[in-house]
């Protein structure tokens, strides 16, 4: 059974910095695309950052201010949040395109529970 399991959010001040992980574990063949995505007050999910390995993509509202990367070997992928603004509050869910072999060889995707991100003015 495939986890993946957030860690990094929290409380801070516009201008700050935060840097959240998410680590999958689990009976895993293959990882492709690893990705961030968030869910502000009142608003429908959305892309932050995805990677895959050879490519990087990020919503417009975070580039220049976010970073994402990915250690294959940990099958972890992290997001460097610095400059934050209070509309960057959000619930941060971790994606992967996970592939398993058993019982047959499948490939969806995985989410987080979450991790909560406020930044305050």
């Known amino acids: 059974q495939v986890q993946l399991v957030e860690s990094g959010g929290g409380l801070v001040q516009a201008g700050d910095s935060l840097r959240l992980s998410c680590a999958a574990s689990?009976?895993?063949?293959?990882?492709?695309?690893m990705g961030w995505f968030r869910q502000g007050p009142g608003k429908e999910r959305e892309l932050v950052a995805t990677?895959?390995?050879?490519?990087?993509n990020y919503a417009d509202s975070v580039k220049g201010r976010f970073t994402i990367s990915r250690d294959s070997a940990k099958k972890a992928v992290y997001l460097q949040m610095n400059s934050l603004k209070p509309e960057d509050t959000a619930v941060y869910y971790c994606?992967?395109?996970?592939?398993?072999?058993?019982?047959?060889?499948?490939?969806?995707?995985?989410w987080g529970l979450g991790t909560q991100v406020t930044v305050s003015s």
């Open positions: 689990g009976d895993i063949f293959g990882i492709n695309i």
């Open positions: 994606n992967m395109k996970i592939t398993t072999l058993m019982p047959s060889v499948t490939t969806r995707d995985y």
């Open positions: 990677m895959t390995r050879s490519s990087t």
